[in-house]
């Protein structure tokens, strides 16, 4: 959750990319809505999944070498980028940056940017100058394009590869999805995945048409399983997928690269997901990460690793240790100044403030709001302009949510302190097809012109699962603020005598050290370590 002063329509980072009047929401309005899902993960807060719309006059085949084309399907692809998706891209560029963290400013850009531009090449699409390609400020494992060559990485998932060809192979799959015109097959509504969005639907719907939009929402309210995220999820069929696995390993042989690297990738993004939700404590049925939902990450290592059989160029070149003194000292995690996840705590040293999720409660930090996720129901952290009048602030944080049209107006606004802070809150009720819903929002005035608030979803009465993390708002102090620090990878030598346990214990986290180690560095437990082998560690760095 980004922190930045307030501007004519909210702060920076805070306001909706999909409204009508942003780049993005004409983009959206422009393609009908249609969108292009990205290769991950999950993020709370604000987030949109951009259409590739690639308008092509004509279309080609992917050049194949003689032995790869015996073997592999033969696939259409564009073979230009016109100028209506450069414009489209041009204007949504700007904001989807904005909702990803902006771009990362460390030495690790331009080498990105290189990989990206040879891989994305490889597709015929254009030459390097037609593809900007922006290694982005996200601690979420993503990856994807749209139209007019724009190609994105977050330096979380870079910083879970191991080499430049995996890099290459990641990139080179979101290209292959723009070159098939995959989205142009797809007929997708234009999908927030935020709480947020849905929330507008479901107090829209109830308030509106009786709770018509209700239905989509019912299965998640019976299993006491709101994981919004995942309803909102626009991922590419199954053989769009493969299809954009073979592109991606096609791309990797005729740049040169080993074509194994897209399986490796794919068996390390498999595992960081099932370690994603052993500390979510979901078990596996977490939202995949990386378009993981078609088909199965197991499936499409096998998958990967058939296709870069066929292909041939198995076995060349890596280039892990360029890879790696790239990737050594960039950041890992989340940003302290966007706000940091510390077990069920969200600590944020800039707006000095920090709460505690209900026990059993997943934290995820996104650019634009913290959301709160379990069994019993779901709620963001977020912030909203702030003149000095709190009924007018949760009124219009109500109406935003249930849609501009909305005839929400809470009429019993409760006034109360919560740690020496000013805090008011008022709760809505709207029948479902399931049974009524409770909306909830809980706000606090920090200043005369800030403040902060929650907005919360439940069944009818259940509000009070999240009692206890309304009540755990405070101030940080100002030694507590300065005592948050972000993590980076480092890079090390195996020395002798290190071992996996006593290299874990490095990590700069409280639990799970060995299974983070290994998932990121895609060993096993018995894997034998030798001298001088390079291995990624995550160390506590300073602001």
Same mark, same amino acid.
């Given at each position: 959750?980004?922190?930045?002063?307030?501007?004519?329509?909210?702060?920076?980072?805070?306001?909706?990319?999909?409204?009508?009047?942003?780049?993005?929401?004409?983009?959206?309005?422009?393609?009908?809505?249609?969108?292009?899902?990205?290769?991950?993960?999950?993020?709370?807060?604000?987030?949109?999944?951009?259409?590739?719309?690639?308008?092509?006059?004509?279309?080609?085949?992917?050049?194949?070498?003689? $032995?790869?084309?015996?073997?592999?399907?033969?696939?259409?692809?564009?073979?230009?980028?016109?100028?209506?998706?450069?414009?489209?891209?041009?204007?949504?560029?700007?904001?989807?940056?904005? !909702?990803?963290?902006?771009?990362?400013?460390?030495?690790?850009?331009?080498?990105?940017?290189?990989?990206?531009?040879?891989?994305?090449?490889?597709?015929?699409?254009?030459?390097?100058?037609?593809?900007?390609?922006?290694?982005?400020?996200?601690?979420?494992?993503?990856?994807?394009?749209?139209?007019?060559?724009?190609?994105?990485?977050?330096?979380?998932?870079?910083?879970?590869?191991?080499?430049?060809?995996?890099?290459?192979?990641?990139?080179?799959?979101?290209?292959?999805?723009?070159?098939?015109?995959?989205?142009?097959?797809?007929?997708?509504?234009?999908?927030?995945?935020?709480?947020?969005?849905?929330?507008?639907?479901?107090?829209?719907?109830?308030?509106?048409?009786?709770?018509?939009?209700?239905?989509?929402?019912?299965?998640?309210?019976?299993?006491?399983?709101?994981?919004?995220?995942?309803?909102?999820?626009?991922?590419?069929?199954?053989?769009?997928?493969?299809?954009?696995?073979?592109?991606?390993?096609?791309?990797?042989?005729?740049?040169?690269?080993?074509?194994?690297?897209?399986?490796?990738?794919?068996?390390?993004?498999?595992?960081?997901?099932?370690?994603?939700?052993?500390?979510?404590?979901?078990?596996?049925?977490?939202?995949?990460?990386?378009?993981?939902?078609?088909?199965?990450?197991?499936?499409?290592?096998?998958?990967?690793?058939?296709?870069?059989?066929?292909?041939?160029?198995?076995?060349?070149?890596?280039?892990?240790?360029?890879?790696?003194?790239?990737?050594?000292?960039?950041?890992?995690?989340?940003?302290?100044?966007?706000?940091?996840?510390?077990?069920?705590?969200? @600590?944020?040293?800039?707006?000095?403030?920090?709460?505690?999720?209900?026990?059993?409660?997943?934290?995820?930090?996104?650019?634009?709001?913290?959301?709160?996720?379990?069994?019993?129901?779901?709620?963001?952290? $977020?912030?909203?302009?702030?003149?000095?009048?709190?009924?007018?602030?949760?009124?219009?944080?109500?109406?935003?949510?249930?849609?501009?049209?909305?005839?929400?107006?809470?009429?019993?606004?409760?006034?109360?302190?919560?740690?020496? @802070? &000013?805090?008011?809150?008022?709760?809505?009720?709207?029948?479902?097809?399931?049974?009524?819903?409770?909306?909830?929002?809980?706000?606090? !005035?920090?200043?005369?012109?800030?403040?902060?608030?929650?907005?919360?979803?439940?069944?009818?009465?259940?509000?009070?699962?999240?009692? $206890?993390?309304?009540?755990?708002?405070?101030?940080?102090?100002?030694?507590?603020? $300065?005592?948050?620090? &972000?993590?980076?990878? !480092?890079?090390?030598?195996?020395?002798?005598?290190?071992?996996?346990?006593?290299?874990?214990?490095?990590?700069?986290?409280?639990?799970?050290?060995?299974?983070?180690?290994?998932?990121?560095?895609?060993?096993?437990?018995?894997?034998?370590?030798?001298?001088?082998?390079?291995?990624? @560690?995550?160390?506590?760095?300073?602001?």
């Amino acid at each position: 959750m980004r922190c930045a002063a307030f501007r004519a329509n909210g702060p920076k980072g805070m306001n909706d990319i999909t409204r009508c009047g942003s780049p993005v929401g004409r983009f959206l309005r422009k393609n009908k809505g249609r969108t292009m899902a990205n290769l991950g993960g999950k993020r709370g807060g604000y987030r949109v999944k951009f259409a590739a719309l690639l308008a092509a006059t004509t279309l080609g085949a992917i050049s194949l070498t003689p $032995s790869a084309q015996a073997q592999l399907k033969r696939i259409a692809t564009a073979n230009s980028i016109t100028a209506q998706e450069k414009q489209q891209g041009a204007e949504a560029h700007p904001q989807l940056m904005q !909702e990803f963290g902006g771009a990362y400013t460390g030495r690790q850009s331009p080498y990105v940017v290189q990989v990206g531009q040879n891989i994305a090449m490889q597709s015929g699409l254009g030459n390097a100058r037609d593809f900007t390609v922006t290694l982005l400020n996200s601690p979420v494992n993503n990856a994807f394009a749209i139209p007019g060559g724009y190609i994105y990485v977050t330096r979380q998932l870079m910083a879970l590869m191991n080499d430049e060809a995996e890099l290459a192979g990641v990139l080179g799959h979101e290209v292959g999805h723009v070159a098939a015109q995959h989205s142009k097959k797809r007929q997708s509504a234009a999908t927030r995945n935020t709480i947020l969005g849905v929330l507008g639907a479901v107090v829209g719907g109830a308030m509106g048409d009786g709770g018509g939009l209700l239905g989509g929402l019912g299965g998640l309210l019976q299993n006491n399983a709101m994981k919004v995220a995942q309803l909102a999820t626009l991922g590419f069929s199954r053989s769009q997928e493969l299809q954009a696995d073979q592109l991606g390993v096609q791309y990797l042989l005729s740049a040169g690269y080993d074509t194994g690297a897209l399986a490796t990738m794919l068996a390390s993004l498999a595992n960081q997901t099932a370690l994603d939700a052993r500390l979510a404590g979901t078990g596996n049925n977490s939202v995949p990460a990386w378009a993981s939902t078609h088909p199965d990450p197991a499936s499409r290592v096998r998958n990967a690793e058939t296709l870069a059989n066929r292909a041939g160029g198995t076995g060349r070149k890596r280039n892990a240790d360029a890879f790696l003194a790239q990737v050594n000292g960039m950041t890992y995690g989340d940003d302290p100044a966007q706000g940091v996840v510390e077990g069920q705590n969200f @600590i944020h040293p800039d707006m000095k403030l920090r709460f505690t999720a209900p026990s059993g409660y997943g934290l995820q930090n996104g650019t634009a709001a913290v959301t709160v996720s379990g069994n019993g129901g779901q709620a963001q952290f $977020s912030m909203a302009p702030y003149n000095g009048d709190m009924n007018a602030y949760i009124t219009n944080v109500m109406r935003a949510v249930a849609g501009k049209d909305s005839k929400v107006t809470p009429t019993n606004i409760q006034r109360t302190t919560v740690n020496g @802070i &000013p805090a008011s809150y008022a709760s809505v009720r709207a029948n479902s097809q399931s049974g009524a819903v409770d909306l909830t929002v809980f706000a606090y !005035e920090f200043s005369g012109n800030q403040a902060y608030h929650f907005v919360a979803l439940t069944k009818a009465g259940g509000a009070g699962v999240f009692n $206890s993390m309304f009540q755990s708002v405070r101030r940080l102090s100002n030694a507590e603020a $300065s005592a948050v620090r &972000p993590r980076r990878v !480092e890079v090390v030598s195996v020395k002798s005598g290190d071992t996996i346990a006593s290299l874990s214990r490095r990590m700069a986290y409280d639990d799970l050290q060995q299974d983070r180690f290994l998932v990121l560095n895609r060993l096993a437990s018995n894997a034998r370590l030798s001298a001088g082998q390079k291995v990624k @560690i995550v160390t506590y760095g300073t602001r």
